[in-house]
């Protein structure tokens, strides 16, 4: 249910419908316009420069902040820029507790952005408790940033658990919800202090726009959220804050399709002879799956999966006719990556061999496209 206290689907699917008054229009408009006239000496019509706020942002904002039930929620050019953002509310010298198998790029960001800032990450597997337990011992950590689950390897952290131990030592609770987004997954309410998107993905879902979010939990980093939303003028534009808010009505019937497709072709992949491994949280015995049964709603529609020998990878991304081989995830295509040479190129190799992000991995994003023509591109290929 949405902060609402309508149905997520319900207010979901009614995104921006009752915005414009004057026309009645069920779409709210796209309010192409980078400032709005006074009406007079120091009065407002609530919009004064689209940096700050534009009416097309504001729609948006206002649902993605009732769909993870947060106090406000902030629309940005791309999910690194949300994570950008996010990361300012750290000072010189403050270190943060982090995922070791994150997305690529936000390990870029760490690495080559805040690092030389002085801004430090602690990588841990934060699958692990005892792991995050002993890292948040550091009396510098203020802040512990989660990717669950992990891209690519589908790993699980138990966000409550993490959650409390960080409420402990009063560091800031962060979680990048990308792969399940508030349909399958709502980390606020299990304690987390701000919620990061990629709306690139889910959220918007055809792949035709690149987008970011962040959602608050109160209106103190709210506050602060907005104050760097503004100074640092990464925001979304009001053409791509419409089509996002366009994508998210039908988020959950995409992500329940997307889910069941994935579900099957997990499970076929787990029989086949040629593939060793299949990372995916719905399998029966994938290690964070009695996590996701117990506080979430479903598994998703991420697969990782490994081949048996490495020289079979070029064959299969060149021969693909269903999948397309490409870098993103969440539309309504499905689509197949090389993590290692892509998504996860800037880890150090060892660090990726260790990880398990080797030359036999091969990532699928699984859209809405009949299941059995899915297998069938896959089958003819191994």
Not at 10 to 17: E, H, I, K, R
Not at 92 to 106: A, C, I, N, P, Q
Not at 225 to 236: P, S, T, Y
Not at 367 to 374: A, C, K, Q
Request: glycine content about 8%.
């Amino acid at each position: 249910m949405s902060r609402d206290g309508k149905k997520l689907a319900t207010t979901l699917a009614q995104a921006g419908s009752r915005r414009d008054a004057r026309t009645g229009a069920v779409s709210v408009p796209i309010h192409q316009t980078a400032c709005f006239n006074h009406p007079a000496l120091g009065q407002s019509t609530g919009f004064d420069y689209s940096r700050t706020s534009n009416p097309t942002r504001l729609a948006l904002e206002e649902t993605l902040a009732l769909a993870d039930g947060g106090c406000r929620a902030f629309a940005f050019a791309s999910g690194l820029a949300a994570i950008d953002s996010t990361l300012r509310l750290f000072r010189t010298g403050d270190r943060l507790v982090v995922t070791e198998d994150l997305y690529g790029g936000t390990f870029r960001l760490f690495d080559k952005i805040f690092g030389p800032l002085g801004i430090e990450a602690i990588y841990v597997d934060t699958t692990h408790l005892e792991s995050v337990r002993q890292a948040l011992k550091d009396p510098r950590v203020r802040g512990v940033f989660i990717e669950t689950p992990t891209n690519p390897l589908l790993r699980i952290a138990d966000i409550r658990a993490i959650a409390t131990l960080a409420r402990e030592h009063q560091a800031l609770m962060i979680v990048d919800n990308t792969f399940l987004t508030p349909v399958l997954q709502r980390p606020l309410e299990q304690g987390a202090d701000l919620v990061v998107y990629s709306a690139s993905k889910y959220l918007a879902g055809h792949n035709d726009v690149v987008a970011g979010a962040v959602v608050a939990s109160t209106p103190e980093l709210a506050d602060r959220m907005a104050f760097c939303q503004n100074a640092i003028g990464a925001i979304l534009g009001p053409q791509d804050s419409w089509l996002t808010l366009r994508g998210m009505k039908t988020l959950p019937l995409r992500l329940a399709r997307q889910q069941e497709n994935a579900t099957r072709l997990a499970a076929w992949l787990s029989r086949h002879p040629r593939v060793p491994a299949v990372h995916y949280p719905g399998l029966p015995d994938h290690p964070g799956r009695s996590i996701l049964d117990r506080e979430h709603a479903g598994y998703g529609a991420m697969i990782a999966f490994e081949v048996d020998d490495p020289a079979r990878v070029p064959h299969i991304l060149a021969g693909v006719k269903t999948f397309l081989f490409a870098e993103s995830l969440g539309g309504v295509e499905s689509l197949i990556t090389y993590p290692a040479v892509q998504t996860h190129a800037d880890l150090d190799p060892a660090v990726r061999e260790r990880l398990g992000i080797h030359n036999r991995l091969l990532r699928l994003s699984v859209g809405i496209e009949d299941v059995e023509d899915l297998m069938a591109d896959l089958e003819a290929l191994l």
